[in-house]
């Protein structure tokens, strides 16, 4: 990998991902920045950048996407959406959406570009899930499950890839209340809340708010991604931020 590498990255509207390429593009590399619906106005003009539109749920959309692309050196599967909310009261169409962008979103990307790092016999490839994966947390069922079989996804796929010398690796953010996650996730959680679990719900929610536990910054997790494209001997799994960091750790330990 060098300064004249290329990145893809996928939903750059907000958060990580808008995050991860602003710190590429000041690594010197050149950055493919992915939304659906893309904006000029986000990120610093330069000749490194381009913006393409793609919504990792439709497979026409990651054909154009990948063929406007051209090569690209490393893809990072970041394009993610949240559901908070006990399970009785979850649409099955809102846990297939998670599931569609999450999990299936990251598998389809990855298709897509591994013909030709086979080929190239190069290339490497980030998913992005959650600390959630490493300590089970409540109205999390759904969202945890989407992540967690991308992490299992990516560990099986890091075997097969190897004899071609294509790397995947795993970034897990902790909690991060300043990205628009919480926002999006509020869309699919609806009026999704059975009375039973109102009080239980708002404790959760209490707990959420709470501004004295340590948290995860978008710089963390862009220096996280940046490590796991980089280094070739960054660990399959690379806790983000603070409060991941601790967790990580805190599981390590005998
Ligand atoms: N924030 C947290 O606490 C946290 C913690 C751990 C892990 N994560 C994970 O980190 C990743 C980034 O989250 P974030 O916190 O940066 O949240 P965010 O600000 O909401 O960013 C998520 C991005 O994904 C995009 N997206 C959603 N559905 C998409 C689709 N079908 N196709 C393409 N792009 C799509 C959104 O684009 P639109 O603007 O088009 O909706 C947005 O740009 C996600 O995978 C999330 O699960 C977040």
Known sequence: MSTNSTVLVTGCSSGFGLETVRFFLEKGWRVIATMRTPREDLLPRSDRLRLLPLDVTDADSIRHCIEAAGPIDALVNNAGVGLLAPLEGIALANAREVFETNTLGTIAMTQAVLPQFRERRAGVIVNVTSSVTLKSLPLLSVYTASKAAVNAFTESLALELA?????????????????????????????????????????????????????????????????????????MRMPAGADALALAHSQALP
């Open 163 to 235: 004899p071609f010398d294509v790397r995947v690796r795993l970034v897990l953010p902790g909690r991060s209340p300043t990205t628009s996650f919480g926002d999006n996730a509020r869309r699919l959680m609806g009026d999704s809340v059975p009375e039973a679990y109102a009080n239980f719900k708002d404790r959760v929610f209490a707990a959420l708010r709470d501004v004295a536990t340590p948290v995860t910054h978008t710089q963390d997790v862009a220096k996280a991604v940046w490590h796991a494209v980089t280094d070739p001997a960054a660990p």
